[in-house]
C-alpha cells in the first residue's frame, strides 16, 4: 500500500485554474519516497502567459530533493520519509499545490510513480511536449 498525490501548477488562484506537473509517492512499509516533476510549459503559459517559468521551475525542482533528503534538501530534508511527504502535501494557496492524498497498492513503487506520471500529468500519454525538470 502506498499514498500519492498529485503536484500542480496553479498560475493564477483566484481563477483555481491548475495543470497537473508531477507527482509524488509514499510508502511507509518500504520507507519508500520519490517524485517526478514534467513541466508543460506551453499549457502553462495558456492559462497565464504572464507567469514566470524560472521561479516555478525552481520550486519544482526542490521536489524531488526533498523526497531524496539529506543535507542537500536542508532542514526538511533530515525528516524521516513520512514527514517529508506530509511536509510536501499540506494544504497551501499557493502557486504551488498537490491534491488530496490518495492510496494505492502495487508491487512496484517506481513503476507505480510512472503510471501516475502517463495518467494525470501527460497529455493523453504524450510525453513529447512536457519539458522534464527532473
Not at 100 to 123: E, K, Q, W, Y
Request: hydrophobic share 40%.
Amino acid at each position: 500500500m502506498y499514498d500519492y498525490a498529485i503536484i500542480r501548477v496553479v498560475p493564477r488562484v483566484d481563477r483555481e485554474e491548475f495543470v497537473n506537473v508531477g507527482a509524488i509517492v509514499s510508502c511507509g512499509s518500504q520507507k519508500f519516497l520519490a517524485a517526478k516533476i514534467a513541466l508543460n510549459e506551453q499549457r502553462l503559459l495558456a492559462l497565464d502567459p504572464t507567469v514566470d517559468l524560472d521561479t516555478i521551475r525552481n520550486h519544482l525542482a526542490v521536489i524531488p530533493i526533498i523526497c531524496t533528503g539529506g543535507k542537500q534538501a536542508g532542514a526538511i530534508g533530515q525528516l524521516p520519509h513520512r514527514e517529508r511527504f506530509h511536509w510536501i502535501v499540506a494544504p497551501r494557496s499557493t502557486i504551488i499545490q498537490t491534491s488530496r492524498i490518495h492510496t494505492g497498492f502495487c508491487s512496484n513503487l517506481d513503476r507505480a510513480l510512472d503510471r501516475l506520471m502517463d495518467t494525470m500529468v501527460h497529455p493523453l500519454g504524450d510525453r513529447s511536449c512536457a519539458v522534464k525538470t527532473d
